[in-house]
């Protein structure tokens, strides 16, 4: 007897395991980066941001900031053998390329020595430069240059709201 409840009781305990996951699956997602939808269901991908914007170099927001890429980086190889961003930052070809040079903290490796070459630390330029494009941003942003905080601390500082 003892058998047949515990039987019926794993039974039960399954049933209800696959009814739940089955809810689960059906579960609306939530409204994130992908809008709406179950789960499970496959959606189209959401149509890629288009060219990216070539303003002229942009103000840096805070001092150490990486600047970003004011032009198009479309099928600009960087790999082992090739760096196409080299082409034109590097030291020897900067000038001609009429392209801002590489500063000196890309010589430089990690304890600081300034090496003759680019920094294999620096190699993969998008690592840290990325060009912009128009696309709406997809989470809310509350960034805030330096400027904007510094003078937010000023106010506050003088007795102003925050
Ligand atoms: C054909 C030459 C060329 C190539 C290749 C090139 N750039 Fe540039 N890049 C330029 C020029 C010219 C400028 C300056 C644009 C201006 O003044 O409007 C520039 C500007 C920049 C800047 C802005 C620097 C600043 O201080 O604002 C960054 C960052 C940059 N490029 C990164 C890259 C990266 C990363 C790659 C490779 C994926 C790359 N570039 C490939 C020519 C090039
Ligand atoms: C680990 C992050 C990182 C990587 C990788 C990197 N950079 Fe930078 N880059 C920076 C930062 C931070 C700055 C601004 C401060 C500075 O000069 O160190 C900068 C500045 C620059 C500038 C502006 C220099 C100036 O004097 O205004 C150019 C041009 C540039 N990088 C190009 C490149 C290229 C080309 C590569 C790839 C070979 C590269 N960077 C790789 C972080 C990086």
């Not at 080299?86 to 300034?114: I, W, Y």
């Amino acid at each position: 007897m003892k058998r047949l409840t515990a039987l019926c009781l794993s039974a039960t305990l399954a049933w209800a395991g696959v009814t739940l996951a089955e809810e689960h699956y059906r579960a609306s997602a939530p409204d994130g980066l992908r809008q709406g939808g179950t789960v499970a269901e496959t959606q189209p991908a959401p149509p890629m941001a288009g060219q990216s914007r070539e303003s002229g170099r942009e103000v840096l927001n805070y001092p150490e900031q990486p600047p970003v890429v004011p032009h198009n980086i479309r099928d600009y190889q960087v790999d082992l053998r090739h760096n196409q961003c080299l082409t034109c930052h590097s030291r020897e070809n900067a000038v001609s390329a009429g392209a801002p040079m590489v500063s000196v903290t890309h010589f430089m490796d990690r304890h600081k020595q300034v090496l003759a070459a680019v920094s294999p630390d620096r190699y993969f330029c998008t690592q840290c430069h990325v060009p912009q494009t128009d696309a709406a941003p997809l989470v809310e942003n509350r960034f805030q240059t330096v400027d904007q905080v510094l003078g937010e601390m000023l106010r506050e500082s003088q007795g102003g709201e925050p």
